[in-house]
T-cell receptor, first 113, second 112 residues
Framework: DTEVTQTPKHLVMGMTNKKSLKCEQHMGHRAMYWYKQKAKKPPELMFVYSYEKLSINESVPSRFSPECPNSSLLNLHLHALQPEDSALYLC????????????FGPGTRLTVL | KNEVEQSPQNLTAQEGEFITINCSYSVGISALHWLQQHPGGGIVSLFMLSSGKKKHGRLIATINIQEKHSSLHITASHPRDSAVYICAVRSRGGGSNYKLTFGKGTLLTVNP
């Protein structure tokens, strides 16, 4: 199984809503990532978890809150988002983050109204 | 200046043509990735290279570490190859083994 799954596929939320994005992998990978991708732009790294600990936070606003409940799951909690946060949110995983292939999920298309 | 430069930005080809996409980078790297993204879709990792050449089906990726350059070749191109191809590098050294620096992508359109 070389799959990273993400739910939901699409999400529309208002600026006062609280929602969560979920990511799951069963490849035994110990590094998991959140990326944000705007249209026609490359992905931008948001967070990296390594062995269930937050390893990198790329100065992401606190309205995005990551959580890694266990080695297979990665959540991104959203609260009080702005319309400019509308984007494709991609999850990825890799074996341990050194010279490793990152496997990407299909993404969640988020629209903030 | 982006640390990873891709060329061309856009490429249109006829079905069956041989295609080359280039990637140049300016930093020391531990690995280079070629990724594929179909419109509106997720990203598929095609290759990870640290030296030499890799082949998978009709796709070939090469890297020249001394020249800081990599190429992705597609033989016998097909309309289903139409996608954005992204080069990404993992810098060598420092604490950020996890971080990829992405090129801006090459939009490939293969016409039947």
């Amino acid at each position: 199984d070389t799959e990273v799954t993400q739910t939901p596929k699409h999400l529309v939320m208002g600026m006062t809503n609280k929602k969560s994005l979920k990511c799951e992998q069963h490849m035994g990978h110990r590094a998991m990532y959140w990326y944000k991708q705007k249209a026609k732009k490359p992905p931008e790294l948001m967070f990296v978890y390594s062995y269930e600990k937050l390893s990198i936070n790329e100065s992401v606003p606190s309205r995005f809150s990551p959580e890694c409940p266990n080695s297979s799951l990665l959540n991104l909690h959203l609260h009080a988002l702005q319309p400019e946060d509308s984007a494709l949110y991609l999850c990825a995983s890799s074996q341990d983050g050194a010279i490793d292939t990152q496997y990407f999920g299909p993404g969640t298309r988020l629209t903030v109204l | 200046k982006n640390e990873v430069e891709q060329s061309p930005q856009n490429l249109t080809a006829q079905e069956g043509e041989f295609i080359t996409i280039n990637c140049s980078y300016s930093v020391g790297i531990s690995a280079l990735h070629w990724l594929q993204q179909h419109p509106g879709g997720g990203i598929v990792s095609l290759f990870m290279l640290s030296s030499g050449k890799k082949k998978h089906g009709r796709l070939i990726a090469t890297i020249n570490i001394q020249e800081k350059h990599s190429s992705l070749h597609i033989t016998a191109s097909h309309p289903r190859d139409s996608a954005v191809y992204i080069c990404a590098v993992r810098s060598r050294g420092g604490g950020s083994n996890y971080k990829l620096t992405f090129g801006k992508g090459t939009l490939l359109t293969v016409n039947p």
